[in-house]
């Protein structure tokens, strides 16, 4: 298995302004309309919260997370892993990095990026298929993200 292999990434142009999609990616009320089903969010570094969502199998889960970075609205980052009910720690856990950039004054280039892979203490299988589980979550996540700001006619 390769880094490439590994590689989680996916870049969307939004028409709306980063501060409204930077919102849309922080505020536990918004992040509920197109990413997960119940979230509680601690919005600083350091700050703990949880997303319930139910998995591709039906089952419903409960996943901590540890916010890594804010910078509004610029960078949001948090940390998250595989086991269920334990704080994700380096080494078990993935980095998920929201990079917003404003394209002219009513678009932004949102990036997300899920690093730490590699070196997540996990047999390469599960490495693997959590890679391309998620490659494919992103797009389907950042699609419905995408889908609450409808380009304006005209």
Do not use: C
Not at 39 to 57: I, K, M
Not at 75 to 94: I, M, Q, T, Y
Not at 110 to 124: I, N
């Amino acid at each position: 298995m390769t880094m490439s292999d590994l590689s989680i990434q996916r870049e969307i142009v939004i028409d709306a302004p980063a501060d409204v999609v930077w919102r849309t990616i922080t505020e536990p009320a918004q992040i509920e309309r197109w990413f997960v089903e119940r979230v509680e969010l601690d919005l600083q570094p350091g700050g703990h919260g949880t997303f319930a969502f139910t998995d591709r199998a039906g089952e419903a889960v409960t996943a901590p997370i540890v916010v890594q970075t804010v910078d509004a609205p610029h960078r949001f980052a948090f940390r998250w892993g595989r086991v269920r009910g334990e704080l994700p720690e380096p080494g078990d856990s993935v980095l998920v990095e929201f990079t917003l950039s404003p394209e002219g004054a009513e678009r932004t280039r949102l990036r997300v990026v899920e690093t730490g892979l590699d070196a997540a203490a996990w047999p390469d299988d599960e490495k693997s298929r959590y890679a391309d589980d998620h490659r494919n979550g992103w797009a389907e996540k950042l699609g419905r993200l995408a889908e609450l700001f409808p380009a304006h006619a005209g």
